[in-house]
Nanobody
Framework: QVQLVESGGGLVQAGGSLRLSCAAS????????MGWFRQAPGKEREFVAR????????AYADSVKGRFTISRDNAKNTVYLQMNSLKPEDTAVYYC??????????????????WGQGTQVTVSS
């Protein structure tokens, strides 16, 4: 049973930083890519960032490029999202996600099969 548990959300002022963590369990962690998504009130869930199993391949949404950094520690079965220069429009529930197929790079949300419960990030202006 794959489980993903996010933590690290909270309230921060614009320009501030937060680091989200997602602890994974239930299978070998290092052979699966991981992704971060977010959903703001009244909006659809959107892609934020993803990272390959080795950590050597990353991708970001244009809206967060240069401000957010995804990383992973395979020894700790954890993926991180470092968020800097936060803006009010970054306010959302942030979810980590994982595919069921190893050694692949997910291309769409439909490629992710496991999702965490989400952690709220609120950025005040």
């Amino acid at each position: 049973q794959v489980q993903l548990v996010e933590s690290g959300g909270g309230l921060v002022q614009a320009g501030g930083s937060l680091r989200l963590s997602c602890a994974a369990s239930g299978r070998t962690f290092s052979i699966y890519a991981m992704g971060w998504f977010r959903q703001a009130p009244g909006k659809e869930r959107e892609f934020v960032a993803r990272i390959s199993g080795s950590g050597g391949n990353t991708a970001y949404a244009d809206s967060v490029k240069g401000r957010f950094t995804i990383s992973r520690d395979n020894a700790k079965n954890t993926v991180y999202l470092q968020m800097n220069s936060l803006k009010p429009e970054d306010t959302a529930v942030y979810y980590c996600a994982a595919p069921s197929v190893a050694w692949t790079i997910p291309r769409t949300q439909n490629d992710y099969d496991y999702w965490g419960q989400g952690t709220q990030v609120t950025v005040s202006s």
